[in-house]
């Protein structure tokens, strides 16, 4: 149904709050962040969370990434930007600065995107951000799915609400379609882009919106299998909640008496979870890696140990103790300017002068070299129990190619400014289970 009469448009509006009422409770006076990109379904959603946010007394901030990834880049964002100004909307552009990749190239951007975003949230305490996906791309993204047979959780689609470790994304227009969308804004003489990238044929979802609809089944076979996926992460979460033991130091134990009493399926669930989580990645492994790292560990004896995404899953005598894979931490690079980042995906790095240092300072792991250089000053009762691969993958700070601090074992060689690490990983642990839109 197009939105073609204000009587129409207003229920769009109305599907509009009714998204975000599944989303409630919210602070009082609200500020919420909307990733725009310019296209239609961002600028319809910017313009919708204006009016609800304005209803509240809140804020909004429209967001626009700057990916550099075509020349025209810049260009458009500043028009993005001048159009929301235009409509009395505060806006950021964000610079993705940096190299940029030549293959895979739509996934680093995503991950690059989200990562800006996120960062803004929680540098400026956003709670909320929210994207226009909307019924079209959730066809598009189960399709995708379907043939790559990722099984009931990949039917299940796009989740309308996921917990960040710096914010909540929120996805109200799940259950709006584009040509609504368009007609939404078309009598209130907004303009969109519309990006080349989403007609270049290179890129899966550009090929599959070429092609004839995806034969999906009917409705009621996606709602069950979202139904299925909450079931499924309600008994996970059960199972993290009532084993799992996070450390400071960046890894994790699960109690496990009666590992092999845990149905198959809800121990790869709570294992896929954990590997994410430790191991710093933005998605955690698919099912079916996770069902492999299931059954390798219960065939495992006593003190040995799977690798799976980055990270050394040992089981134990009644436990699993996962930790970050030594052999694939990141490499030892010259510390970013900027008072803030996340290393590894996984410690929210604080700085203080470090950028001003000459030779400038170095971050990355400590490593066993470094461990040996400082171990006789570290307090035994301070890493008693603690593995040595956990050790070794402390985030460091290196100047001229020496150890100057080491948060974690309060090592500190005489340095003269900020450098502390929180182990904060980008994903949550225990975020709410799926949301069906």
């Given at each position: 149904?197009?939105?073609?009469?204000?009587?129409?448009?207003?229920?769009?509006?109305?599907?509009?709050?009714?998204?975000?009422?599944?989303f409630?409770?919210?602070?009082?006076?609200?500020?919420?962040?909307?990733?725009?990109?310019?296209?239609s379904?961002?600028?319809?959603?910017?313009?919708l969370?204006?009016?609800?946010?304005?209803?509240?007394?809140?804020?909004?901030?429209?967001?626009?990434?700057?990916?550099?990834?075509?020349?025209?880049?810049?260009?458009?964002?500043l028009?993005?930007?001048?159009?929301?100004?235009?409509?009395?909307?505060?806006?950021?552009?964000?610079?993705?600065?940096?190299?940029?990749?030549?293959?895979?190239?739509?996934?680093?951007?995503?991950?690059?995107?989200?990562?800006?975003?996120?960062?803004?949230?929680?540098?400026?305490?956003?709670?909320?951000?929210?994207?226009g996906?909307?019924?079209?791309?959730?066809?598009?993204?189960?399709?995708?799915?379907?043939?790559r047979?990722?099984?009931?959780?990949?039917?299940?689609?796009?989740?309308?609400?996921?917990?960040?470790?710096?914010?909540?994304?929120?996805?109200?227009?799940?259950?709006?379609?584009?040509?609504?969308?368009?007609?939404?804004?078309?009598?209130?003489?907004?303009?969109?882009?519309?990006?080349?990238?989403?007609?270049?044929?290179?890129?899966?979802?550009?090929?599959?919106?070429?092609?004839?609809?995806?034969?999906?089944?009917?409705?009621?076979?996606?709602?069950?299998?979202?139904?299925?996926?909450v079931?499924?992460?309600?008994?996970?979460?059960?199972?993290?909640?009532?084993?799992?033991?996070?450390?400071?130091?960046?890894?994790?134990?699960?109690?496990?008496?009666?590992?092999?009493?845990?149905?198959?399926?809800?121990?790869?669930?709570?294992?896929?979870?954990?590997?994410?989580?430790?191991?710093?990645?933005?998605?955690?492994?698919?099912?079916?890696?996770?069902?492999?790292?299931?059954d390798?560990?219960?065939?495992?004896?006593?003190?040995?140990?799977?690798?799976?995404?980055?990270?050394?899953?040992?089981?134990?005598?009644?436990s699993?103790?996962?930790?970050?894979?030594?052999?694939?931490?990141?490499v030892?690079r010259?510390?970013?300017?900027?008072?803030?980042?996340?290393?590894?995906g996984?410690?929210?790095?604080?700085?203080?002068?470090?950028?001003?240092?000459?030779?400038p300072?170095?971050?990355?792991?400590?490593?066993?070299?470094?461990?040996k250089?400082?171990?006789?000053?570290?307090s035994?009762?301070?890493?008693?129990d603690?593995?040595?691969?956990?050790?070794?993958?402390?985030?460091?700070?290196?100047?001229?190619?020496?150890?100057?601090?080491?948060p974690?074992?309060?090592?500190?060689q005489?340095?003269?400014?900020?450098?502390?690490?929180?182990?904060?990983p980008?994903?949550?642990?225990?975020?709410?289970?799926?949301?069906?839109?």
């Open positions: 149904m197009y939105c073609s009469d204000k009587a129409s448009t207003e229920r769009l509006q109305v599907g509009f709050d009714d998204g975000m009422a599944a409630a409770p919210f602070e009082e006076e609200p500020h919420l962040a909307v990733a725009v990109s310019g296209g379904d961002s600028m319809a959603l910017a313009v969370a204006k009016n609800w946010v304005g209803r509240r007394g809140g804020t909004l901030t429209a967001l626009v990434v700057d990916h550099g990834l075509r020349a025209e880049s810049s260009a458009e964002s028009c993005v930007q001048r159009r929301l100004q235009s409509l009395s909307i505060s806006t950021e552009v964000l610079v993705w600065s940096g190299n940029k990749p030549t293959t895979g190239i739509q996934a680093s951007a995503r991950t690059k995107r989200y990562a800006l975003l996120e960062n803004w949230c929680g540098r400026h305490g956003v709670l909320h951000l929210l994207t996906h909307h019924a079209d791309d959730q066809v598009e993204t189960i399709a995708m799915r379907a043939a047979r990722s099984g009931v959780d990949g039917l299940a689609g796009m989740s309308a609400l996921v917990e960040r470790t710096q914010c909540r994304v929120m996805r109200p227009l799940l259950g709006q379609n584009r040509d609504d969308l368009q007609a939404y804004l078309r009598p209130l003489g907004i303009s969109w882009i519309d990006d080349p990238s989403n007609s270049d044929i290179r890129f899966e979802r550009a090929r599959l919106r070429r092609a004839p609809p995806p034969d999906l089944g009917q409705a009621h076979k996606i709602e069950r299998a979202g139904t299925i996926r079931d499924h992460e309600r008994s996970v979460v059960r199972v993290l909640a009532t084993s799992l033991t996070p450390h400071p130091f960046g890894f994790c134990t699960l109690e496990t008496p009666n590992l092999d009493s845990v149905p198959a399926h809800t121990l790869a669930g709570a294992l896929s979870r954990v590997v994410g989580w430790i191991g710093g990645r933005s998605y955690p492994p698919g099912p079916t890696a996770a069902m492999h790292l299931c390798q560990i219960r065939r495992l004896a006593p003190g040995r140990a799977a690798t799976l995404g980055g990270c050394l899953v040992r089981r134990g005598t009644g699993l103790t996962v930790t970050r894979e030594p052999g694939r931490l990141p030892v010259q510390l970013p300017l900027g008072p803030a980042l996340l290393w590894d996984r410690f929210w790095i604080e700085t203080g002068h470090v950028g001003a240092l000459r030779p300072g170095e971050i990355g792991p400590l490593g066993p070299q470094g461990w250089y400082v171990e006789t000053s570290v035994k009762r301070l890493v008693a603690i593995p040595k691969s956990v050790i070794w993958a402390l985030p460091t700070l290196w100047i001229d190619g020496e150890v100057a601090s080491v974690h074992l309060l090592f500190n005489g340095l003269r400014c900020e450098f502390s690490a929180i182990f904060r980008q994903r949550t642990l225990f975020s709410p289970t799926f949301a069906v839109a």
